[in-house]
């Protein structure tokens, strides 16, 4: 095999295909990136086989081949390589040489045959999305996925389409988040379950333009991302998702108008004063255009007022601070408004058009304390 | 007690103070940054029985006073208020209550009493030299200095007058950094070693200008750095500092003319196939007009010419790849000069005026690798 490609190029297709290789796997051939230039393209592939990766590589083949370089190796090598033009060959032994200007790498390369190809799967029907769309939604609720395995449907987020509506929830547990987008049409409805570590890994490839368009495939037990030169295909987790719905409760006691600015840099503060592990609540009490937020711990105690606007009750209830940043920082908007019912009961950051909601359970605190 | 100061005022003397706060102490006080408004000024002091730092803060005395604090709180407090004026006041059992805007912190705090103040230093003569100057040799000669204790001398660096003139030299038993500059007038000769640590830590709080002074008063066992509102305070590791005069040789059989910035690429892509731990040398091979860099390992191998100016004999030699980066990485010339004896003798970079010299010893190598 002999290719030549732009170091730009290579870098950029390695980076791709590099979030699909496992940091640890009893399949060694898995470690590296398949370099495949049988055909007339030159493509790059990745597979942890939960998640695989393909991307298409701008460059001129030489001579057809196939060779897998493990990935680190290969990754580093081309990042530190001049900015020029680079010759990728190898000789029947799959020694690699990789040549850029005066610089001159042997690398010691495998046949592909042991790799695991990414399974073919039927593109027919697909859901068109931005790629900027699909970026925010996930980021603005991964956060929330669980990180523990025993509950797996848990470490994954349900992407569901309505008619011309995709929901997106996740939750732990303690909190849920759910965003909801237009679709460009009406779709078939369709509900799924798509591991966390997928959807991360996208959203550190997806460019995130909003004029660049993701086709978005799905069949029984995967889902398929292709955009640009690059196609991501990932299993599904098997099973039935929580009915979040019965989880929202539309009525409420109290309502407030909060400047999130103000409100997350108060929770931040607050934070000062609890060791990590430590799980002590912060209190929120609220009156007539106040919200008070106290907190006291063996490092000492913090308290401040926050000007809102407040319908309905007063209300002292306590929150893991943590969970409370982590939805007000993934919001768009200066004011928010916030639901309660009871100290018992979650509360609910939402908009009027609920494009964005995020319920975070309460936490007990002694009143006395 | 009762100050008034700004935010940004308070969060520039705890960045500097902090930095002599120990990280693991017995003495539990010395966590703490001890805030001294008993006159007419705001001190902060930190002391780690080695390193002591004392800065004036800008601010009103409204009731004296004097509190310790725990650093390490205080300083990620100070951080996270909003940036406006800030109150400290404390009550007679040392509690501590931080008020800016509507944020009212309480901390505990502690009488000064059991505090380690700086220890008084006579002031008499006095060396000048520019913030830029002193920040530039200590950077550019820190990183050569051993940071294994078992030879206390080689965690220092010699500071050495010379008349009208600064030479400051680290090693670590493969290399050697030396730096000249030339003072304002001429002084008494004196020899100092400086603890790294003291050296590390002024670099940071140095704000490198160049029309900003430092005065160093120099003790039999202390120095005294005095700059902008600061003091910092430290003892000197005791002992005779190595004969370094003796390891420089003055002649040589090779003399190359190279472009840094190449060779810093060429050698930062070699490392790509040394594990770490891994000792595997670069070897260096140097004809006319070509100087040939190749390393094998059991990750590949590689090879690069860099065209080069050569005076002198044909030499192959072995190098550990760091220490030459270390020293090219801290020259600011764009070509540079390396002078070599023989494979088993240390090559120097200097310049002509020896305003820096860099000695690295070889490594030994196998020529049929």
Do not use: W
Request: glycine content about 4%.
């Amino acid at each position: 095999m002999k290719i030549i490609c732009s170091k730009t190029d290579l870098l950029n297709g390695v980076n791709i295909v590099s979030k699909a290789v496992p940091s640890k796997t009893t399949m060694t051939i898995l470690e590296c990136i398949l370099i495949d230039a049988s055909t007339d393209v030159i493509k790059f592939t990745s597979n942890d086989m939960e998640l695989g990766i393909e991307t298409i590589v701008k460059g001129n083949i030489a001579e057809k081949g196939i060779v897998a370089i493990d990935a680190k190796l290969f990754s580093d090598v081309v990042r530190k390589l001049p900015d020029n033009e680079v010759i990728i060959e190898t000789d029947d032994k799959y020694i690699t040489t990789i040549t850029c200007e005066k610089a001159k790498f042997n690398l010691i390369g495998k046949s592909g045959e042991d790799f695991s190809y990414l399974p073919s799967i039927e593109k027919n029907e697909y859901i068109s999305l931005s790629q900027f769309m699909l970026k925010e939604i996930i980021t603005k609720t991964i956060f929330s996925i669980s990180d523990n395995d025993t509950n797996k449907i848990m470490t994954g987020e349900l992407f569901e389409i309505i008619e011309n509506q995709l929901k997106v929830a996740s939750l732990d547990g303690h909190r849920i988040s759910i965003r909801k987008v237009e679709l460009d049409k009406v779709y078939e409805n369709k509900k799924i379950i798509i591991p966390g570590k997928t959807l991360n890994e996208i959203s550190k490839i997806l460019s995130g333009e909003a004029d660049k368009l993701v086709k978005m495939y799905i069949t029984d037990n995967h889902v398929v991302f292709d955009f640009d030169n690059t196609t991501v295909v990932s299993r599904l987790i098997e099973g039935e998702y929580f009915s979040i719905n019965q989880m929202i409760s539309p009525s409420y006691d109290t309502k407030i108008t909060i400047n999130k600015k103000e409100f997350i840099s108060c929770i931040d503060r607050s934070t000062l004063l609890c060791k990590e592990g430590d799980k002590k609540p912060i209190i929120v009490t609220i009156s007539d255009g106040i919200l008070n937020l106290k907190i006291n711990s063996v490092m000492g105690s913090m308290n401040e007022d926050i000007d809102i606007a407040k319908e309905g009750k007063d209300i002292a209830i306590g929150f893991n601070p943590k969970f409370l940043m982590d939805a007000l920082r993934a919001i768009e908007d200066e004011q928010v408004d916030i639901y309660f019912v009871n100290p018992k009961a979650p509360c609910f950051i939402k908009n009027d058009k609920e494009t964005y909601t995020y319920l975070v359970l309460p936490v007990n605190f002694n009143v006395v304390s």
